[in-house]
């Protein structure tokens, strides 16, 4: 009943922030002392995180659990992971901090084969994992800049803001639960996702959620939808800031890119991702990593030409801000990894 009225007492699915645990202006820090419990003693709560299928994204994974340490959580790092992931990659992300899990991987029935979306329904294995009590899930392709631990505070669903009524899945508290699985597994043949993937499955399913605020979850395009958050963008960008809780690389990441500077710059559909203070800043987490983990992102050949290519279709249409000019420095360009 605790939860129930708890669920029900805050702001749902609309402009309002969940309060009281934020305000709503943009420069206020919040004082985490003043409700977070206690994180001496382990807890029925753990971050959660998801690879299948490739290993595509086990640079962000490893990525991912090195901020999630440095602010010094107490709570579990959980991986979901499938068999193929090789052996010496799940060494990898041990080290890294990973607590592995092994999963069959969930087919999405609307997905066209080998698409990028055909398995991404294999998200719902985190209501599986009932030996929590809440998960905070976290996509691969953020770093945590501050800690999240408030989070555990708040119910199912809790998210932040994609657009003005749906919610972006890239972090979450959700909480296990065997009924809600079936429940997805029963409903993801008739569930029509508007994005073909499983965000649009769980806002479809999610109608009643809880708004936290866009730093807690940063995504690189906020800034380019109004003027306000333009100016936002400035603010917190500008600099290397403590107002961001975790920055989310959509678009082509950082991993992908040469270090010199955020290559979303080169092509004109992915320009909106662009940030090359968020791009140093993910750099600088990848800077302070072991060297073993390190070369898990490396660069492929496929993946240099990829990039020279881009630089010279940029170059080509002469597009205004000259990142194609940048002299290339990264060493990754000439030591590839297979």
């Given at each position: 009943m605790g939860r129930l009225d708890q669920k029900v007492s805050l702001p749902v699915g609309s402009c309002n922030l969940a309060l009281p645990l934020w305000g709503k202006g943009i420069h206020e820090v919040y004082d985490l002392s003043n409700i977070q419990r206690s994180t001496k003693t382990a807890k029925r709560e753990a971050?959660?995180?998801?690879?299948?299928?490739?290993?595509?994204?086990?640079?962000?994974?490893?990525?991912?659990?090195?901020?999630?340490?440095?602010?010094?959580?107490?709570?579990?790092?959980?991986?979901l992971i499938d068999k193929f992931i090789s052996?010496?990659?799940?060494?990898?992300?041990?080290?890294?901090?990973?607590?592995?899990?092994?999963?069959?991987?969930?087919?999405n029935p609307r997905a066209e084969k080998n698409s990028y979306?055909?398995?991404?329904?294999?998200?719902?294995?985190?209501?599986?994992?009932?030996?929590?009590?809440?998960?905070?899930?976290?996509?691969?392709?953020?770093?945590?800049?501050?800690?999240?631990?408030?989070?555990?505070?708040?119910?199912?669903?809790?998210?932040?803001?994609?657009?003005?009524?749906i919610f972006n899945s890239g972090i979450m508290v959700i909480e296990p639960s065997n009924c809600t699985f079936r429940v997805f597994?029963?409903?993801?043949?008739?569930?029509?996702?508007?994005?073909?993937?499983?965000?649009?499955?769980?806002?479809?399913?999610?109608?009643?959620?809880h708004r936290l605020p866009r730093r807690v979850n940063f995504l690189k395009n906020f800034w380019a939808n109004t003027t306000l958050e333009r100016s936002v963008k400035n603010h917190l960008f500008g600099a290397d800031p403590p107002k961001v809780y975790s920055i989310h690389y959509l678009g082509l990441k950082p991993w992908l890119c040469y270090r010199d500077y955020d290559c979303n710059w080169d092509k004109e559909d992915q320009r909106v991702y662009a940030s090359d203070v968020a791009h140093r800043r993910w750099w600088k987490l990848h800077d302070a990593?072991?060297?073993?983990?390190?070369?898990?992102?490396?660069?492929?050949?496929?993946?240099?030409?990829?990039?020279?290519?881009?630089?010279?279709?940029?170059?080509?249409?002469?597009?205004?801000?000259?990142h194609w000019r940048i002299n290339i420095t990264d060493p990754r360009r000439s030591h590839l990894i297979d």
């Open positions: 971050y959660a995180a998801v690879l299948h299928s490739t290993e595509a994204y086990v640079c962000g994974a490893i990525t991912l659990a090195q901020s999630l340490l440095q602010t010094r959580t107490k709570r579990d790092l959980i991986l052996n010496s990659t799940r060494d990898a992300l041990v080290e890294a901090g990973w607590k592995l899990r092994l999963i069959k991987r969930i087919r979306n055909e398995y991404n329904y294999s998200k719902f294995r985190l209501w599986q994992l009932t030996d929590y009590d809440k998960i905070i899930f976290i996509d691969s392709d953020i770093i945590v800049l501050r800690n999240l631990d408030l989070l555990f505070h708040f119910p199912q669903m809790t998210a932040t803001g994609n657009d003005v009524s597994m029963d409903r993801r043949k008739d569930v029509i996702s508007y994005n073909g993937g499983d965000q649009g499955f769980l806002n479809e399913v999610f109608v009643w959620w990593m072991d060297a073993r983990l390190q070369r898990f992102c490396g660069l492929t050949k496929r993946r240099r030409i990829e990039l020279d290519w881009d630089r010279k279709m940029a170059r080509k249409m002469g597009l205004p801000d000259e």
